[in-house]
């Protein structure tokens, strides 16, 4: 079956020496993944494989044999080419990072659009602004929301967050987050990406990055922790 979607690129593997495996969460089904024939062994191979950048938004055209089994594309563009996500170092780092986390979170092979246009509207924030050094916090507590597992913010007021159930709770368990972890977790879920310019210091970052990894190590099954996290600390540092 022929399919013509956009897609969000979530991982490109390279497969023997000069072909790929390309992840993609698209916005028509869901996660594919694509075999890319020859995509290093001709003189547009950097053509090619700048399609494949982690987070990049394809327009494309894919056979679509839903059996389990690779597909293939027919045709890829752009379809919106970004302006600084690939040429900013911090930028870079943080796609780098969010493809990551995306790959090892994400499943869903069928539609899902309000996850997509999520996403994508995300990405497209991120390449048009200049402060996002809180972007991947803020993205990742949003993404608990379609994951299954958004803290219930009904009692906010309690001192403490307790882990494996996701609530703010009066009285401090094993499970729980100390207060001032709590405070940090209760300030990133209020943050909307135009209002988080100056919200944490350095510390409170890597501090919430852990508490964010944590809590989705708590809550999805076989998580592993992306290779590009000590990137990102160094970046950030």
Partial sequence: MLVKTKAIVLSALRYQEKSLVVKCFTESDGLKSYYVRDAFSSKKSSQKTI?????????????HKNK????????????????????????????LFVSEMLHNCIKEEEQNQSLYNFLETALLWLDSHDEVVNF?????IELTKFLGFYPDNSEHEHPYFEMTEGVFVAYQSISCLNAHETALLRRLIDLKFDNSTKAF???????????ILDYYAFHLHGFRRPKSLDVLREVFE
Avoid: C, W
Wanted: proline content about 4%; glycine content about 2%.
């Fill in 51 to 63: 399609y494949f950048r982690p987070l990049t938004i394809l327009d494309m055209e894919a056979t």
């Fill in 68 to 95: 389990g089994t690779l597909e293939y594309f027919k045709e890829v563009r752009l379809a919106f080419p970004y302006l600084s996500v690939n040429t900013n170092m911090l930028k870079t780092s943080i796609a």
């Fill in 136 to 140: 991947h916090l803020i993205l990742l």
């Fill in 201 to 211: 210091h350095v510390t409170e970052r890597q501090a919430l990055l852990k508490i």
